[in-house]
């Protein structure tokens, strides 16, 4: 079994005899044996077959008129024009054979079967174009949210590079997270995980390159959620660098806080930032921290100590009594679940005879105003005149979850919420994220390069609206009752809708793998499991049979899922390879938003595990709502 790469492939290396009545050759080598498989090319399924006497003028060929009927009335496609089915079938002719060329007098059955199965770009699952209403304020969007955008690999040793944030933004993230610390002189930024051996790369460039591709898939805002830890005057020299490196596209406020964000339509092809405003530090005595604050960190830690059965001692709070070291108090202040970098610390203390100045060029630029929660998380989510950003661990958001499910609901009403990945993540995976969409948190902020099926499932819901960064939040979870009740995730709702999926077959490896690629001696066993990821009710599993040694394998199986919130169902597809002796070989996945679903028959693309498109491999498959 070889390892997952994908390679094109070259018939002059591979044991393969052309069309002999349709069925192609395979040889294969088993030590001193030679195995041979013939393998019979697929037939349209029955389906297929009967959609295209349907539209066909005289059982033979299908024109324009009939392609477009058969768009608008069996698909759904109401959209597409005549003219575009022109198209479609000249450029089809165009790239068949000899004997289609030539006919010009439609597509043949054989035409028709090919376009369904490899046209994804007509012939798609989803829609391609931005659908969803964008003039509403930005609350209302789930938004696309890296984590440590900057990271090429773990979060502890891998290089910070301009690359990653590069990718993202052509995959169509819209919120990058910069680390910003003093370079080793103190008078420059650098981008780096703060305390590890991460390798910086400087602030410049990684604004530069934000601008180059900020809106190369997407004209919608880029958010830049900058983890300061600068003293003020470097926080004016970011300041500074925002403004020349932007310019015009940087949008700010005219007043200092908002008490309703701006719509990612009134924002287009504009750069916002968001972070915590940079503390004034007013309560000083002689220099020294003031008692207050110490005082009220006293209370809570002895309230976390109770919970933990264990002990604060008030030696720790003591040690710090006389000591300007806001580190310190942070260490306190957030504890184990916290992310090092949802902060700003000053690596700079005033001296005893001196108030730390704020940078006002710095303060004004933000838009965004970022916190975390300080005391009971209750009080935190509790909404004002103002709008804030607030950020929780997955680990807290869970806790709220049972906790305070319907505050956090009504919180992400008018607010934005930030969810990241727990600090035990060093290796760069990633959380699961339907727990933060299903209680109406915007920015589920996820590690880019943790590839697997958490992030399967993020590239799933950021496919929906076109793949512009922003999804449109469903309505349940804006509206307030009559009682002003919020929608309740924990509890149990009726069965809304039923999707049938019928799997037919897949193509196209072959074509981008060596022939030994999933078996040394035969051709691969594939198999699909069919998954619907969402609400707790809507979860379901289910797998076709095995077809054995074919390259090109026909299933022919239906499934009927029952979903209670279709909204933020996700249809998760993914094709395996069977091995008896070892771990089945991966063969392609994808991931779809239930509510963009086209019926009809679809040509539905797969990815490999990183969610690259693969250039050949189809599967083709139908969805009906029931």
Request: with cysteine.
């Amino acid at each position: 079994m070889g390892s997952y790469k994908k390679e094109k492939k070259d018939y002059s290396d591979q044991q393969i005899n052309g069309n002999n009545g349709g069925d192609t050759t395979y040889r294969y080598k088993m030590f001193v044996f030679k195995r041979k498989f013939k393998i019979p090319e697929p037939e349209p399924p029955l389906d297929v077959k009967r959609e295209f006497l349907k539209y066909s003028y005289d059982c033979l060929h299908m024109d324009p008129d009939g392609l477009h009927r058969f768009f608008v009335e069996h698909q759904g496609d109401v959209d597409l024009t005549i003219s575009q089915a022109q198209d479609i079938i000249k450029s089809l002719i165009r790239s068949r054979d000899n004997v289609t060329r030539y006919t010009l007098r439609g597509l043949t059955l054989d035409d028709f079967f090919y376009f369904l199965l490899f046209d994804d770009e007509f012939n798609g699952p989803i829609k391609l174009q931005v659908h969803n209403d964008m003039t509403a304020p930005l609350s209302n969007y789930f938004i696309y949210t890296g984590h440590n955008s900057y990271l090429t690999g773990n979060q502890l040793s891998s290089d910070c590079s301009v690359v990653p944030i590069v990718k993202a933004l052509v995959r169509g993230v819209r919120v990058i997270e910069l680390d910003l610390w003093p370079n080793s002189n103190k008078d420059d930024i650098n981008v780096l995980h703060g305390r590890t051996l991460t390798a910086p790369v400087s602030l410049i460039k990684c604004l530069k390159s934000v601008k180059d591709y900020a809106f190369s898939t997407s004209p919608y805002p880029v958010i830049i959620t900058l983890e300061d830890h600068l003293p003020p005057d470097l926080q004016a020299k970011v300041a500074e660098m925002l403004n020349q490196v932007f310019g015009k596209m940087l949008y700010y406020p005219q007043s200092e806080s908002l008490t309703e964000f701006p719509s990612p339509e009134s924002l287009k092809y504009r750069i916002i930032i968001s972070t915590k405003p940079p503390k004034e530090y007013l309560e000083k005595e002689n220099g020294v921290v003031t008692m207050n604050r110490l005082n009220n960190l006293k209370g809570s830690f002895k309230e976390r100590a109770s919970q933990e059965n264990g002990v604060v001692t008030m030696t720790r709070l003591n040690n710090i009594k006389g000591l300007c070291n806001e580190e310190a108090l942070l260490e306190l202040e957030l504890g184990d679940d916290s992310d090092p970098d949802d902060f700003e610390v000053s690596e700079s203390c005033p001296n005893k005879d001196s108030q730390l100045a704020v940078a006002p060029e710095y303060k004004s630029l933000i838009t965004i105003h970022a916190g975390k929660p300080k005391g009971h998380l209750k009080d935190a989510l509790k909404t004002a005149i103002q709008v804030k950003r607030l950020s929780l661990s997955e680990q807290e958001l869970e806790r709220a979850a049972v906790s305070h499910g319907t505050d956090v609901v009504r919180f992400t009403q008018k607010n934005i919420l930030r969810v990241y990945p727990k600090g035990t993540r060093v290796n760069s995976s990633n959380y699961e994220p339907l727990v933060g969409w299903i209680h109406g948190a915007q920015m589920i902020a996820f590690n880019m390069q943790g590839y697997g099926k958490s992030l399967w499932k993020m590239h799933g819901m950021f496919r929906a609206n076109g793949g512009c960064g922003y999804v449109k939040k469903p309505e349940f979870l804006m509206q307030e009752g009559p009682c002003e009740e919020v929608f309740d995730p924990k509890r149990p709702l009726p069965v809304r809708k039923r999707l049938k999926v019928k799997l037919y077959m897949g193509d196209g490896w072959r074509l981008d793998f060596s022939q030994t690629h999933f078996d040394k001696y035969s051709p691969p066993d594939f198999y699909t499991k069919v998954c619907i990821v969402g609400v707790p009710a809507d979860k379901a599993k289910r797998k076709t049979k095995i077809i054995e040694d074919n390259w090109c394998p026909v299933w022919n199986e239906e499934f009927t899922f029952h979903l209670t919130v279709p909204e933020l169902a996700l249809l998760r597809i993914e094709v395996r390879e069977y091995d008896l002796s070892e771990k089945d070989d991966f063969g392609g996945q994808t991931c779809l938003p239930v509510v963009e679903l086209k019926p009809g028959i679809r040509s539905v693309p797969l990815h490999d595990k990183k969610g690259e498109k693969l250039k050949s491999v189809r599967l083709l498959m139908g969805f009906e709502f029931v």
